[in-house]
Protein backbone atom coordinates (compact mmCIF):
# COMPACT_ATOMS: atom_id res chain seq x y z
CA UNK A 1 0.00 0.00 0.00
CA UNK A 2 1.06 3.50 -0.67
CA UNK A 3 2.23 5.57 1.92
CA UNK A 4 1.27 8.73 -0.07
CA UNK A 5 -2.93 7.56 0.31
CA UNK A 6 -5.41 7.98 -2.25
CA UNK A 7 -6.51 11.34 -3.91
CA UNK A 8 -9.25 11.22 -1.99
CA UNK A 9 -6.98 11.98 0.90
CA UNK A 10 -5.95 15.18 0.04
CA UNK A 11 -7.76 16.21 -2.80
CA UNK A 12 -10.06 18.76 -3.02
CA UNK A 13 -12.58 20.59 -5.47
CA UNK A 14 -15.67 21.49 -2.97
CA UNK A 15 -13.16 22.57 -0.34
CA UNK A 16 -13.69 19.59 1.68
CA UNK A 17 -11.77 16.27 0.80
CA UNK A 18 -13.19 13.98 -1.45
CA UNK A 19 -13.52 11.05 0.43
CA UNK A 20 -15.68 12.76 3.66
CA UNK A 21 -17.59 14.37 0.85
CA UNK A 22 -18.48 11.10 -0.48
CA UNK A 23 -19.32 9.99 2.98
CA UNK A 24 -21.74 12.78 3.02
CA UNK A 25 -23.68 12.12 0.05
CA UNK A 26 -23.85 8.74 1.19
CA UNK A 27 -25.35 9.78 4.57
CA UNK A 28 -27.87 12.08 2.49
CA UNK A 29 -29.08 9.06 0.20
CA UNK A 30 -29.68 7.18 3.83
CA UNK A 31 -32.01 9.91 5.02
CA UNK A 32 -33.96 8.80 2.09
CA UNK A 33 -33.89 4.83 3.07
CA UNK A 34 -34.90 5.51 6.29
CA UNK A 35 -36.36 9.00 6.26
CA UNK A 36 -38.77 7.33 3.71
CA UNK A 37 -39.17 4.02 5.96
CA UNK A 38 -39.83 6.31 9.42
CA UNK A 39 -41.97 8.97 7.37
CA UNK A 40 -44.25 5.83 5.92
CA UNK A 41 -44.44 4.45 9.38
CA UNK A 42 -45.27 7.58 11.22
CA UNK A 43 -48.17 7.72 8.71
CA UNK A 44 -49.43 4.08 9.48
CA UNK A 45 -49.13 4.64 12.88
CA UNK A 46 -51.21 8.01 12.61
CA UNK A 47 -53.69 5.94 11.03
CA UNK A 48 -53.47 2.50 13.34
CA UNK A 49 -54.14 3.61 16.58
CA UNK A 50 -54.37 -0.18 17.61
CA UNK A 51 -50.55 -0.19 17.00
CA UNK A 52 -49.82 1.28 20.16
CA UNK A 53 -50.92 -2.26 21.47
CA UNK A 54 -48.30 -3.73 19.41
CA UNK A 55 -45.81 -1.71 20.75
CA UNK A 56 -46.64 -2.88 24.37
CA UNK A 57 -44.76 -5.96 23.18
CA UNK A 58 -41.12 -4.49 22.89
CA UNK A 59 -38.82 -4.11 25.15
CA UNK A 60 -38.12 -0.72 26.43
CA UNK A 61 -34.90 -1.59 28.54
CA UNK A 62 -33.35 -3.77 25.92
CA UNK A 63 -34.16 -0.76 23.47
CA UNK A 64 -32.98 1.87 25.49
CA UNK A 65 -29.36 -0.24 26.48
CA UNK A 66 -29.34 -0.29 23.06
CA UNK A 67 -29.56 3.50 22.74
CA UNK A 68 -26.69 3.67 25.30
CA UNK A 69 -24.63 1.23 23.36
CA UNK A 70 -24.78 3.37 20.59
CA UNK A 71 -24.90 6.65 22.02
CA UNK A 72 -21.34 5.20 23.56
CA UNK A 73 -19.62 3.65 20.80
CA UNK A 74 -20.70 7.10 19.26
CA UNK A 75 -17.97 8.65 21.60
CA UNK A 76 -15.34 5.50 21.47
CA UNK A 77 -15.43 6.03 17.46
CA UNK A 78 -14.94 10.03 17.96
CA UNK A 79 -12.43 9.49 20.14
CA UNK A 80 -10.52 6.76 17.77
CA UNK A 81 -10.63 9.88 15.47
CA UNK A 82 -9.42 12.39 17.81
CA UNK A 83 -6.56 9.92 18.57
CA UNK A 84 -5.70 9.22 14.66
CA UNK A 85 -5.29 12.76 14.54
CA UNK A 86 -2.77 13.25 16.95
CA UNK A 87 -0.90 10.21 15.21
CA UNK A 88 -1.66 8.30 18.46
CA UNK A 89 -2.49 5.12 16.45
CA UNK A 90 -2.24 2.70 18.70
CA UNK A 91 -4.78 4.67 20.87
CA UNK A 92 -7.22 4.93 17.59
CA UNK A 93 -6.72 1.47 17.06
CA UNK A 94 -8.07 0.38 20.41
CA UNK A 95 -10.82 2.90 20.55
CA UNK A 96 -12.33 1.38 16.72
CA UNK A 97 -12.37 -2.16 18.65
CA UNK A 98 -13.99 -0.82 21.56
CA UNK A 99 -16.59 0.59 18.93
CA UNK A 100 -16.95 -2.74 17.33
CA UNK A 101 -17.79 -4.27 20.61
CA UNK A 102 -20.23 -1.87 20.94
CA UNK A 103 -21.97 -3.20 17.92
CA UNK A 104 -21.75 -6.31 19.11
CA UNK A 105 -23.06 -5.99 22.39
CA UNK A 106 -26.06 -4.48 20.03
CA UNK A 107 -26.78 -7.11 18.05
CA UNK A 108 -26.25 -9.75 20.87
CA UNK A 109 -29.56 -7.38 22.64
CA UNK A 110 -30.75 -7.51 19.26
CA UNK A 111 -30.47 -11.42 19.51
CA UNK A 112 -32.34 -11.45 22.08
CA UNK A 113 -34.91 -9.12 21.37
CA UNK A 114 -35.39 -11.09 17.94
CA UNK A 115 -35.87 -14.86 19.17
CA UNK A 116 -37.86 -14.24 22.31
CA UNK A 117 -40.44 -12.57 19.55
CA UNK A 118 -39.53 -15.11 16.66
CA UNK A 119 -39.87 -18.39 18.83
CA UNK A 120 -42.13 -17.49 21.68
CA UNK A 121 -43.95 -20.74 22.95
CA UNK A 122 -47.06 -18.54 23.99
CA UNK A 123 -48.96 -17.86 20.44
CA UNK A 124 -49.30 -14.52 22.57
CA UNK A 125 -45.99 -13.48 22.41
CA UNK A 126 -44.94 -14.62 19.15
CA UNK A 127 -43.95 -12.07 16.59
CA UNK A 128 -43.08 -12.14 13.07
CA UNK A 129 -42.87 -10.13 10.22
CA UNK A 130 -45.75 -11.71 9.06
CA UNK A 131 -48.38 -11.25 12.38
CA UNK A 132 -49.18 -7.81 11.23
CA UNK A 133 -47.95 -4.62 9.66
CA UNK A 134 -46.54 -2.96 12.54
CA UNK A 135 -44.52 -6.08 12.83
CA UNK A 136 -43.81 -5.87 8.66
CA UNK A 137 -42.23 -2.26 9.85
CA UNK A 138 -40.29 -3.77 12.93
CA UNK A 139 -38.50 -6.21 11.81
CA UNK A 140 -37.80 -4.06 8.22
CA UNK A 141 -36.80 -0.66 10.20
CA UNK A 142 -34.44 -2.81 12.67
CA UNK A 143 -33.26 -5.57 10.56
CA UNK A 144 -31.80 -3.00 7.76
CA UNK A 145 -30.42 -0.69 11.05
CA UNK A 146 -28.84 -4.05 12.12
CA UNK A 147 -27.38 -4.50 8.71
CA UNK A 148 -25.98 -0.65 8.72
CA UNK A 149 -24.57 -1.54 12.07
CA UNK A 150 -22.73 -4.91 10.71
CA UNK A 151 -21.56 -3.16 7.87
CA UNK A 152 -19.80 -0.38 9.65
CA UNK A 153 -18.25 -3.10 12.56
CA UNK A 154 -16.83 -5.18 9.42
CA UNK A 155 -15.23 -1.54 7.95
CA UNK A 156 -13.93 -0.66 11.17
CA UNK A 157 -12.50 -4.35 11.42
CA UNK A 158 -10.92 -4.05 7.95
CA UNK A 159 -9.34 -0.17 8.94
CA UNK A 160 -8.28 -0.91 12.07
CA UNK A 161 -5.01 -3.17 11.05
CA UNK A 162 -4.10 -0.38 8.24
CA UNK A 163 -4.67 2.64 10.69
CA UNK A 164 -2.15 0.43 13.04
CA UNK A 165 1.02 0.77 11.10
CA UNK A 166 -0.19 4.71 10.83
CA UNK A 167 -1.50 3.87 6.68
CA UNK A 168 -4.62 5.81 6.04
CA UNK A 169 -5.89 7.28 9.22
CA UNK A 170 -8.54 9.81 7.28
CA UNK A 171 -10.41 6.64 7.31
CA UNK A 172 -11.01 7.14 10.85
CA UNK A 173 -13.47 10.06 10.19
CA UNK A 174 -15.15 8.41 6.82
CA UNK A 175 -16.19 5.68 8.92
CA UNK A 176 -16.93 7.86 12.20
CA UNK A 177 -18.91 9.77 10.15
CA UNK A 178 -21.16 6.91 9.39
CA UNK A 179 -21.56 4.95 12.52
CA UNK A 180 -22.33 8.64 13.80
CA UNK A 181 -25.61 8.23 11.16
CA UNK A 182 -26.30 4.55 12.16
CA UNK A 183 -26.46 5.99 15.57
CA UNK A 184 -28.73 8.63 14.65
CA UNK A 185 -31.01 6.27 13.68
CA UNK A 186 -31.57 4.11 16.21
CA UNK A 187 -32.16 7.32 18.05
CA UNK A 188 -35.59 7.68 16.25
CA UNK A 189 -36.52 4.07 15.32
CA UNK A 190 -36.35 3.98 19.68
CA UNK A 191 -39.10 6.23 20.45
CA UNK A 192 -41.19 4.96 17.50
CA UNK A 193 -40.82 1.56 17.88
CA UNK A 194 -40.44 1.06 21.83
CA UNK A 195 -41.54 4.25 23.83
CA UNK A 196 -44.98 5.47 21.77
CA UNK A 197 -47.50 3.12 23.09
CA UNK B 1 -11.44 16.85 10.55
CA UNK B 2 -13.82 18.96 9.33
CA UNK B 3 -11.13 21.83 9.14
CA UNK B 4 -8.74 23.28 11.77
CA UNK B 5 -10.74 24.00 15.18
CA UNK B 6 -10.96 23.32 18.82
CA UNK B 7 -12.02 20.00 20.02
CA UNK B 8 -15.18 19.74 21.91
CA UNK B 9 -14.96 18.02 25.20
CA UNK B 10 -16.32 14.97 23.95
CA UNK B 11 -17.39 13.03 26.78
CA UNK B 12 -19.70 16.15 28.34
CA UNK B 13 -21.60 15.69 25.01
CA UNK B 14 -21.50 11.95 26.00
CA UNK B 15 -23.04 12.74 29.56
CA UNK B 16 -25.76 15.08 28.18
CA UNK B 17 -26.94 12.55 25.31
CA UNK B 18 -27.17 10.42 28.47
CA UNK B 19 -29.23 12.49 30.40
CA UNK B 20 -31.28 12.98 27.41
CA UNK B 21 -31.91 9.28 27.03
CA UNK B 22 -32.74 9.31 30.71
CA UNK B 23 -35.61 12.07 30.13
CA UNK B 24 -36.89 10.68 26.65
CA UNK B 25 -37.32 7.64 28.94
CA UNK B 26 -38.92 8.52 31.82
CA UNK B 27 -40.68 11.11 30.52
CA UNK B 28 -43.71 8.76 28.37
CA UNK B 29 -43.98 7.01 31.80
CA UNK B 30 -46.04 9.43 32.86
CA UNK B 31 -48.60 9.19 30.13
CA UNK B 32 -49.08 12.45 29.48
CA UNK B 33 -49.44 12.86 25.42
CA UNK B 34 -47.99 16.07 24.94
CA UNK B 35 -45.61 15.53 27.52
CA UNK B 36 -44.59 12.02 25.78
CA UNK B 37 -44.22 13.86 22.32
CA UNK B 38 -41.64 16.26 23.54
CA UNK B 39 -39.84 14.04 25.56
CA UNK B 40 -39.53 10.94 22.92
CA UNK B 41 -39.71 13.03 19.85
CA UNK B 42 -38.36 16.40 20.63
CA UNK B 43 -35.47 15.31 22.88
CA UNK B 44 -34.31 12.84 19.71
CA UNK B 45 -34.25 15.65 17.69
CA UNK B 46 -32.26 17.39 20.39
CA UNK B 47 -30.07 14.22 21.01
CA UNK B 48 -29.56 14.70 16.78
CA UNK B 49 -28.36 17.63 16.48
CA UNK B 50 -25.54 17.02 19.72
CA UNK B 51 -24.60 14.20 17.45
CA UNK B 52 -24.43 15.83 14.18
CA UNK B 53 -22.67 18.84 15.29
CA UNK B 54 -19.83 17.81 17.70
CA UNK B 55 -19.72 14.09 17.02
CA UNK B 56 -19.80 14.59 13.26
CA UNK B 57 -18.63 17.93 13.52
CA UNK B 58 -21.37 19.82 11.05
CA UNK B 59 -20.73 22.30 13.44
CA UNK B 60 -17.24 22.97 11.78
CA UNK B 61 -18.39 21.20 8.44
CA UNK B 62 -18.78 23.58 4.93
CA UNK B 63 -22.16 25.26 5.03
CA UNK B 64 -22.62 23.51 1.62
CA UNK B 65 -23.14 19.92 3.88
CA UNK B 66 -25.64 21.20 5.68
CA UNK B 67 -27.71 22.04 2.92
CA UNK B 68 -27.20 18.87 1.56
CA UNK B 69 -28.54 16.68 4.66
CA UNK B 70 -31.47 19.48 5.18
CA UNK B 71 -32.16 19.64 1.73
CA UNK B 72 -32.39 15.65 1.63
CA UNK B 73 -34.73 16.32 5.14
CA UNK B 74 -36.96 18.45 3.17
CA UNK B 75 -37.81 16.02 0.18
CA UNK B 76 -38.61 13.20 2.89
CA UNK B 77 -41.09 15.59 4.50
CA UNK B 78 -42.30 16.35 0.41
CA UNK B 79 -42.78 12.37 0.16
CA UNK B 80 -44.34 11.99 3.50
CA UNK B 81 -46.96 14.78 2.90
CA UNK B 82 -47.39 13.34 -1.08
CA UNK B 83 -48.37 9.81 0.11
CA UNK B 84 -50.25 10.97 3.18
CA UNK B 85 -53.55 11.34 1.50
CA UNK B 86 -53.19 7.84 -0.13
CA UNK B 87 -52.43 6.25 3.59
CA UNK B 88 -54.51 8.93 5.62
CA UNK B 89 -57.36 8.99 3.71
CA UNK B 90 -59.93 6.36 2.33
CA UNK B 91 -61.88 9.17 -0.49
CA UNK B 92 -61.08 12.03 -2.37
CA UNK B 93 -63.07 14.54 -4.73
CA UNK B 94 -62.00 11.79 -8.00
CA UNK B 95 -60.26 8.44 -6.14
CA UNK B 96 -61.40 6.06 -3.63
CA UNK B 97 -59.05 3.54 -1.66
CA UNK B 98 -61.20 0.38 -1.58
CA UNK B 99 -58.73 -1.88 0.09
CA UNK B 100 -58.91 1.03 3.54
CA UNK B 101 -62.75 1.15 2.99
CA UNK B 102 -63.50 -2.29 2.54
CA UNK B 103 -65.22 -2.11 -0.32
CA UNK B 104 -62.58 -4.36 -2.29
CA UNK B 105 -64.30 -7.67 -1.64
CA UNK B 106 -67.42 -6.60 -3.10
CA UNK B 107 -65.51 -5.40 -6.40
CA UNK B 108 -63.85 -8.52 -6.39
CA UNK B 109 -66.67 -10.34 -6.93
CA UNK B 110 -66.64 -9.52 -10.38
CA UNK B 111 -63.64 -11.05 -11.11
CA UNK B 112 -62.79 -14.89 -11.25
CA UNK B 113 -59.60 -16.57 -12.04
CA UNK B 114 -60.13 -19.40 -14.55
CA UNK B 115 -58.19 -22.63 -14.90
CA UNK B 116 -55.29 -20.92 -17.10
CA UNK B 117 -54.58 -18.68 -14.55
CA UNK B 118 -56.14 -15.38 -16.16
CA UNK B 119 -58.38 -12.89 -15.05
CA UNK B 120 -62.02 -12.63 -15.90
Given at each position: ???????????????????????????????????????????????????????VFTKVPAG????????TSSLFIVLAHDAAEKKDFDRAFKFIWYTIGGGGVFLLVKYYEYSSKLFADDPELLKTPLT????????????????????GMVIMALISFDLRKGFNPHR?????????????????????????? | MA???????????WV???????VSIIG???????????????????????????????????????SLLI???????????????????TDGQNWQDCIANKTCAEQQRYFVIDGDGQLR
Open positions: MSMQGPLATSRSATGIPTGRLGVWWLLASEIFIFGGLIACYILYRLNNPWWGGEAAFNTFVLLNTYWSFYYTATGLHALHVIGVELIGLYWHFVDIVWIFLFPLLYIAK | GAHAHPNYVKILLLVLLVPELGIPWLTLVTAFGIALVKTYYVAAYFMHLNFEKKYIWMATVLVGVFFFGVASDIMK
